[in-house]
């Protein structure tokens, strides 16, 4: 992957972190994190592995006071992203059948 751009070109959301980093959560192409500091992308994007995203629909971001990114899928639930790790913690909530939204967890 090209990681001077994003994985895909349609976009959901976008969340700027108190670090100037920009997580951009688009449609079928998972999370990309641009990092000020390297100035690239990252792409996280749903795979087997416990540690990925829930889906690659990524409908928005929130942080909480711990720094942790909640990140809201399109029918994978909510993740809990830990910047330090670079990875989704295994536990996923699940909304039922209901579109998961971060906001629905953290109404501002």
Known sequence: MDNTSLSNNSIYSIYKDPQANMWVGTYSGGVNLYSRKANQFTAFRHSSSVNSPGDNNILGFVEDRRGNIWIGTDGGGVDLFDPASRRSVTTRISL???????????PR
């Open 96 to 106: 039922g059948t209901r579109t998961a939204s971060a906001a629905t967890l953290f």
